[in-house]
């Protein structure tokens, strides 16, 4: 039987059947790499989703965490993937960085928009600003904004450091929502890389990169501008994997360090490491 393209088998999950691991990058449509080799020369927009899934078996949408997501060309691309192919798709920035009291009408209307890729919809990425500590008010919008997401499939990423405590992971325990897995660099405030599982239905983690001088500043080039080594990442598989596998029945893992194509070669970096622990 061929194995599709980035998803791998690995030993584990709470059934001990396994754990379905989907490998893939942060966004794909990205000019750059072309000029970095990962698409072939002269590779257009429109057609980099078909060659992207050449190699991998799942994206996390990035483009809707800038605009609202749509139906219309949300359906295209999904016509234009293998049948096999995942989505997981960020929720909107009007719902996370720049909140205003008319975020249930932007929750609905991303609910609309998503609709063509529900049937293979991994999570909807709530991807939490570092200023978003763990006041009262923001705990009560969260709980509202999981509330309002409910029916779906959700992975929470919080950046900052006062939500890394035993009732938050409990509390996300219970609505069997994805605590995020971060590989970021190891900074004061930060929320720390974890191996907690709070939804045994996913494990879903995002290689942001080491860039610690990068990492603050307003540059998005410099702050995702990191290249995995092959020892950073067989320690990942070696430590923290292992641990989320084992209590996980599916993971995804994105590499979100898109500067020079570093996040397709290191995913595919990834997949090697994995394949050799899989079968060896």
Same mark, same amino acid.
């Given at each position: 039987m061929n194995r599709q393209p980035g998803k791998i088998l690995l030993a584990g999950g709470p059934d001990k059947r396994g754990c379905d691991i989907f490998l893939g990058t942060s966004g794909y449509s990205y000019t750059e790499w072309v000029d970095n080799g990962f698409y072939p020369p002269g590779t257009k927009s429109a057609t980099m989703l078909e060659l992207y899934s050449r190699c991998f078996s799942t994206v996390e949408l990035n483009y809707v965490w800038y605009q609202m997501a749509r139906a219309e060309p949300l359906a295209r691309m999904a016509a234009k993937a293998p049948q096999h192919f995942r989505f997981s798709s960020k929720l909107t920035r009007t719902m996370t960085h720049e909140r205003d009291s008319e975020w249930r009408a932007q929750l609905q209307l991303y609910r609309e928009g998503i609709v063509p890729i529900l049937e293979r919809l991994v999570a909807v990425l709530v991807q939490l600003p570092p200023d978003f500590d763990r006041t009262v008010g923001n705990r009560r919008y969260l709980a509202e904004l999981l509330d309002g997401l409910q029916g779906l499939p959700v992975a929470v990423e919080f950046r900052h450091a006062s939500w890394a405590i035993d009732s938050v992971f409990k509390e996300l325990e219970r609505r069997r929502v994805t605590l995020v897995t971060v590989d970021?660099?190891?900074?004061?405030?930060?929320?720390?890389?974890?191996?907690?599982?709070?939804?045994?239905?996913?494990?879903?983690?995002?290689?942001?990169?080491?860039?610690?001088?990068?990492?603050?500043?307003?540059?998005?080039?410099?702050?995702?501008?990191?290249?995995?080594?092959?020892?950073?990442?067989?320690?990942?598989?070696?430590?923290?994997?292992?641990?989320?596998?084992?209590?996980?029945?599916?993971?995804?893992?994105?590499?979100?360090?898109?500067?020079?194509?570093?996040?397709?070669?290191?995913? %595919?970096?990834?997949?090697?490491?994995?394949?050799? %622990?899989?079968?060896?």
């Open positions: 970021e660099p190891e900074l004061p405030g930060l929320f720390p890389s974890l191996d907690v599982i709070t939804n045994p239905d996913l494990f879903y983690v995002r290689f942001h990169g080491r860039n610690e001088s990068g990492w603050r500043s307003d540059n998005m080039q410099k702050k995702f501008d990191y290249d995995y080594s092959e020892n950073e990442l067989f320690l990942w598989c070696e430590q923290k994997l292992p641990q989320l596998a084992a209590h996980a029945s599916h993971g995804v893992i994105y590499f979100n360090n898109h500067v020079r194509a570093q996040a397709p070669n290191n995913a %595919r970096r990834l997949e090697k490491i994995l394949l050799n %622990r899989a079968t060896g």
